[in-house]
């Protein structure tokens, strides 16, 4: 696609309930990634995916959150037991190449973002 | 840890008007350092990007600026818009992964007719 899709752009689950967030990448972009925002802060680094292998999954704040890429293109965050902190902006973002540090980076482009609320 | 800060954190003014948003890092080991737009209920788009060996970018009305020894980066706004009305972040790959970027908590500017 021209750009890198989001859905659902709302989502509001009760707490307890799980979640899935959908992100479609940019068609052929090797690198994938999942960013939280809350209210009034800037996104915070959540996970990163190389085709299908998730490479660093360090951001993800509790084992109640969960991220796959299984055939290297779309992107699934799923968020089990929905707590109140967990309510943000979910944001994905794709590029071009496999992001390595002395490599001219393309840039990212980043979807509109899933807003999550839990109640 | 790589941290990133901007200031001011909100800024007015007139229609016309120059200005300058800052961005500050802790870790100067950085090979990029990039600037993005957010409007509200939107996603972020990439304004510039800043190679390490570089001292600045310009795309049309900005001009990015980065000084890696002080760990400081700037945005500059020429002749600015109300079209230019949005939030300003910076951010810089952390240092514990270089697939990751850090971002500053940004500057909300808007600019009145």
């Known amino acids: 696609g021209a750009g890198v899709s989001q859905s659902p752009r709302y989502k509001v689950a009760k707490r307890g309930q799980d979640v899935a967030l959908r992100c479609d990448p940019i068609?052929?972009?090797?690198?994938l990634f999942w960013y939280q925002q809350a209210l009034g802060q800037g996104p915070e680094f959540l996970t990163y995916?190389?085709?299908?292998?998730?490479?660093?999954k360090s951001g993800l704040p509790s084992d109640r959150f969960f991220a796959e890429r299984p055939e290297g293109s779309v992107s699934t965050l799923k968020i089990q037991r929905t707590q109140q902190e967990d309510s943000a902006v979910y944001l994905c973002?794709?590029?071009?190449?496999?992001?390595?540090?002395?490599?001219?980076?393309?840039?990212?482009?980043f979807g509109s973002g899933t807003r999550l609320t839990v109640v | 840890k790589q941290e990133v800060t901007q200031i001011p954190a909100a800024l007015s003014v007139p229609e016309g008007e120059n200005l300058v948003l800052n961005c500050s890092f802790t870790?100067?080991?950085?090979?990029?350092l990039q600037w993005f737009r957010q409007d509200p209920g939107k996603g972020l788009t990439s304004l510039l990007l800043?190679?390490?060996?570089?001292r600045e970018q310009t795309s049309g009305r900005l001009n990015a600026s980065l000084d890696k020894s002080s760990g400081r980066s700037t945005l500059y706004i020429a002749a600015s818009q109300p079209g230019d009305s949005a939030t300003y972040l910076c951010?810089?790959?952390?240092?514990?992964?270089?697939?990751?970027?850090?971002f500053g908590t940004g500057t909300r500017l808007l600019v009145s007719p």
């Open positions: 870790d100067s080991a950085i090979y990029n």
């Open positions: 951010a810089a790959p952390g240092n514990t992964g270089f697939q990751k970027l850090v």
């Open positions: 068609s052929g972009h090797v690198s």
């Open positions: 800043i190679q390490s060996s570089q």
């Open positions: 973002a794709s590029s071009r190449d496999r992001v390595t540090r002395n490599q001219r980076r393309n840039g990212y482009t």
């Open positions: 995916f190389q085709n299908e292998a998730q490479l660093d």
